[in-house]
């Protein structure tokens, strides 16, 4: 129960980044730090207490039905897919905030603001 | 953009075989042990900056670079397709795992199908990408124009 | 029924869009080229798959890589035709437009081209998906290739826009992960089907409505849907005009309504009768978007920016009718996303052929441009009548179905507040054409060419849809909309028929 707490913690600590944060660049962190939580979350979804890692390392194992003492192998391939997508994310927000500095010659978001109404 | 002391250039002259060489076993045994194609990927992207952060370059050698990463990374994609769609076509189902490799035994290195392909096509996306990501990033501030 | 060409849908646009780089380095027209065959094929297909499921009468399923029940799904009825055809026919169109449209902007035609062909394999996915993870997944290819698209022309308020619409975005995003994730915890599976007999079993438990508020607030970031409605006006806005017009029109739908409607629905299985608080909510968060949106709109003086709030409030009534729950309700909101995305996209694309002929946005500036300009002015003057709800065109009878919806719920306050925002729409959509298209006034007309005949052609061809989608009500109830809502009320059956048949 407590590991799960702890990723609820943390991404309540990166939406609070988010929100409350005046530079660019910490915005970006702060959506890190949510995307990393989630993923954490996921992941240890898949956690038995007292299992195995999900690899074979004989071919007579798979016979032997050893599946049911494995972790769940499956939050483990989403989890790196969704990793894959976040870094993507974090790549075209840290360019667009590149170009951001270009033309306001700023990182401060309370002086980026030229679109009113 | 400049290069980095003495020491660094010695060290990484000694590492970066070792890196890539790292990268391309996990790629490869991706169908056996944990990684395959994004964790290999990113190891052979990361020998990559490694060299270019240490030694410096020139702007054109970044731009052949750059064009170089980015036929790359557009081929595994294509091979990645590719794969997709001979499953498709050869065994009717999309992405199944035809006999197209050779399907050996089990858990030796050549076997299982289509994965180790289909692990190949995505390190080289991965990896031509995330070269080329840090080409346009940061290098040294220079515009593509095409 | 197994449906043979559904991984094409996916498959086709992410090959032109692995093509254009390699190709359009060489030569840039190459892009055009590819990017062009690509949609043709497309909408080629799905009026294909169309016509089968309609001859048929059954849905079409395929199982990616021949594994049964441990693998993605794909799935193909008649709400997941409904909108395979809506984001193929303005994704064809918007690629049309382009090639001329383009000239603006001095490099970069392959990146456009690209990222173009990536958005819509990202919804094609979405809606043909039967695996939830799978469309999370899509939503978030889409999503990236939208957020790269908004920036596009690199000026200072674009990638302002850009950055503001990601980071929102991709909040949203991870809420949504975090949503799945929940589920599979519970559920340890992530089939569509599987999920929703798993669900039944659990019943209407804290850890249900946890979940589906969850979700919720995933899609809604994602649709645009009151509080989280504050980047939608500048993303928008911002975007070159054919991705508005894919923006506003298909985006938002496919992913935020689509995706609600088909998870809520099919899999948690709601309904009238048994959850009333969940179709509450929506009514209430839909006409705050209502009104909040039309007024908005009223006061202002940028075109694009009038479009992109009068999308927020038309996402309002979508929402509305939802919440409503009865059959007319349902079936008059999958008809205004047609009729929506149909008038919206004319819209965009016909105010995206004034900026590059005349050079402003600006309402004060443009006068008098129906001498000038008559086929744009037209085709825009008609796209605000079906938006308005002028017979005969589609938007008449969208909205004709949600006031029969209410008044059928006795929700009387409801069908009033329909038609009350009806004339509202008419009210700014007027403004516009007045002021800048049919001024009267002595001085001269704003100087300006035609436009080039590809884009003009484009916003032909989604006019006389709309004429069509309008006079032929009948026939498009009956094949279209009516079993899409069916699908949908018929929650559960979903189940039954996927891991049935």
Redesign the interface.
């Known amino acids: 129960m407590i590991p799960y707490i702890a990723c609820v913690l943390l991404?309540l600590i990166g939406?609070y980044v988010?929100i409350s944060k005046r530079n660019?660049i910490k915005?970006v962190i702060g959506?890190s730090l949510?995307?990393y939580a989630?993923?954490l979350?996921?992941a240890l979804?898949g956690f038995k207490k007292g299992a195995l890692p999900p690899i074979v390392t004989q071919p007579e194992q798979v016979r032997m039905g050893v599946a049911r003492h494995f972790v769940?192998p499956?939050?483990q391939a989403?989890v790196l897919?969704?990793i894959v997508?976040g870094l993507?994310?974090t790549a075209?927000?840290l360019s667009?905030?590149m170009?951001?500095y270009e033309?306001?010659k700023t990182f401060d978001i309370s002086e980026?603001r030229?679109?009113k109404? | 953009m400049r290069g980095m002391s003495l020491i660094v250039q010695v060290i990484t002259r000694l590492m970066v075989g070792m890196l890539l060489l790292y990268g391309g076993y996990i790629v490869l045994h991706g169908h056996l042990t944990p990684g395959g194609g994004f964790a290999g990927g990113v190891l052979i992207a990361a020998a990559l900056i490694l060299v270019s952060l240490a030694f410096g370059s020139v702007e054109q050698v970044e731009r052949r670079e750059y064009?170089l990463s980015?036929?790359l990374?557009?081929?595994g994609?294509?091979l990645f397709?590719a794969l997709?769609?001979a499953?498709?076509v050869a065994?009717?189902?999309?992405?199944?795992?035809a006999g197209l490799y050779y399907i050996g035994k089990p858990l030796q290195m050549v076997s299982g199908g289509i994965i180790p392909l289909a692990n190949i096509a995505i390190a080289l996306k991965v990896g031509a990408g995330l070269f080329a990501i840090f080409l346009a990033l940061g290098a040294s501030r220079f515009v593509m124009?095409? | 029924m197994e449906g043979r060409l559904l991984?094409l849908f996916v498959?086709i646009p992410?090959?032109g869009?692995?093509?254009i780089?390699?190709l359009g380095?060489l030569w840039a027209r190459f892009a055009d080229l590819v990017a062009n065959i690509t949609t043709v094929l497309l909408v080629g297909i799905s009026v294909y798959c169309w016509w089968i499921f309609n001859a048929t009468g059954t849905p079409m399923h395929?199982?990616?890589?021949?594994w049964r029940l441990i693998g993605i799904a794909m799935w193909f009825d008649a709400l997941t035709a409904l909108m395979v055809l809506v984001i193929n026919i303005v994704g064809f169109c918007a690629t049309i437009y382009s090639v001329r449209y383009l000239d603006r902007y001095t490099?970069?035609r392959w990146k456009f081209f690209t990222l173009l062909m990536l958005l819509i394999a990202g919804m094609n996915g979405v809606a043909i998906s039967g695996d939830l993870?799978n469309i999370f997944?899509f939503i978030?290819i889409s999503a990236?290739a939208s957020?790269?698209l908004v920036?596009f022309g690199?000026e200072?308020?674009e990638?302002?826009?850009?950055?503001k619409y990601?980071?929102l975005g991709?909040?949203g995003?991870?809420v949504l992960?975090?949503g799945?994730?929940l589920l599979?915890?519970r559920a340890?599976t992530?089939n569509l089907a599987h999920l929703s007999q798993v669900l039944a079993e659990i019943g209407r438990t804290p850890f249900y409505w946890f979940v589906i508020a969850t979700l919720l607030i995933g899609f809604a970031i994602k649709m645009g849907m009151e509080p989280f409605h504050a980047w939608l006006?500048?993303a928008h806005?911002?975007a070159p005009a054919p991705i508005s017009a894919m923006l506003s029109g298909v985006f938002i739908k496919v992913t935020g309504v689509y995706g609600m409607c088909r998870i809520m629905f099919n899999v948690f299985g709601v309904s009238r009768a048994e959850t009333p608080a969940f179709f509450n909510l929506l009514i209430a968060f839909g006409a705050v978007s209502l009104v909040l949106g039309g007024l908005l709109a009223y006061s202002?003086n940028?075109y694009k920016?009038l479009l992109a709030y009068s999308s927020i409030s038309q996402i309002g009534y979508i929402l509305v009718a939802l919440g409503i729950g009865n059959f007319w309700g349902v079936a008059g909101a999958m008809f205004h996303i047609l009729a929506h995305a149909l008038s919206k996209g004319t819209l965009f694309l016909a105010s995206g052929a004034v900026e590059r002929q005349t050079g402003t946005r600006n309402l004060d500036e443009l006068k008098g441009l129906e001498r000038t300009m008559p086929a744009t002015t037209w085709a825009h003057t008609l796209a605000s009548f079906s938006m308005a709800g002028v017979p005969p065109f589609a938007g008449f009878f969208s909205k004709l179905f949600i006031i029969i919806g209410a008044i059928a719920a006795k929700m009387y306050w409801l069908a009033f507040l329909a038609a009350l925002f009806s004339g509202v729409t008419l009210g700014y959509l007027t403004k516009v054409v007045n002021q800048a298209f049919f001024a009267r006034r002595e001085d001269e007309p704003t100087r300006a060419k035609e436009s080039p005949a590809l884009m003009v052609l484009a916003m032909l061809i989604l006019v006389v849809l709309m004429l069509a989608v309008g006079v032929g009500f009948k026939g498009v109830l009956d094949h279209l909309v009516g079993p899409a809502a069916k699908a949908l009320l018929n929650g559960l059956d979903y189940a039954r028929l996927v891991l049935g048949g």
Do not use: H
């Open positions: 991404f939406l988010v660019l915005i959506f949510i995307e989630v993923n979350f996921f979804v769940d499956l939050p989403l897919t969704a997508i993507s994310t075209l927000m667009l905030a170009r951001l033309k306001y980026i030229k679109l109404g | 064009i980015s036929i990374e557009s081929s994609g294509i397709i997709a769609l499953g498709y065994a009717d189902y999309f992405f199944r795992n124009k095409e | 991984p498959a992410l090959s869009a692995f093509l780089p390699l380095k395929y199982w990616v890589g021949g490099s970069g993870f997944v978030e990236i957020y790269a920036a690199t200072e308020e990638i302002e826009a850009a950055f990601m980071v991709e909040v995003g991870a992960l975090f799945i994730a599979y915890a340890a992530l006006a500048d806005f911002s202002q940028d920016r």
